[in-house]
């Protein structure tokens, strides 16, 4: 079974496994390894993941297929959001770890208008 979502959001289609009702394929447009490999090790921290693996079918298309598979009675979609949560507080930790860091060392860090343009990189 697959579900298709909206063109404007990041995920594309959400494919579900009629053998496995634990298990789902998320396709994500417009991300990359970047994106892949750090929610999947956050989803396989996460006790309630069985399985979390991702794949980049071809370079050129930009898809990124997030298969996970939870413990019997979970909920793939709750444990995606879930594990976006963690890794959006993990980012924010070191941040915060790398700016205090620059401040005991006396330097200061300068941030752009906080677009996601590509272009708000800290400044040192």
Do not use: W
């Not at 994500?28 to 980049?56: C, Q, W």
């Not at 924010?92 to 006396?106: I, K, M, N, R, Y």
Request: aromatic share 8%; proline share 6%.
């Amino acid at each position: 079974e697959s579900l298709r979502m909206s063109d404007t959001g990041k995920v594309k289609e959400i494919k579900y496994s009629k053998d496995i009702p634990e298990s789902a394929t998320f396709v994500f447009v417009d991300e990359d390894h970047t994106f892949g490999n750090p929610i999947r090790y956050v989803l396989m921290k996460n006790p309630a993941v069985s399985l979390a693996g991702y794949s980049i079918p071809h370079p050129s298309d930009p898809f990124l297929n997030l298969r996970i598979q939870t413990k019997k009675g979970g909920n793939p979609t709750k444990e995606l959001r879930k594990g976006l949560a963690d890794l959006v507080e993990m980012c924010d930790h070191v941040s915060e770890t790398f700016t205090s860091a620059l401040a005991f060392a006396g330097t200061e860090v300068e941030t752009s208008n906080g677009t996601d343009d590509g272009k708000d990189m800290m400044e040192l």
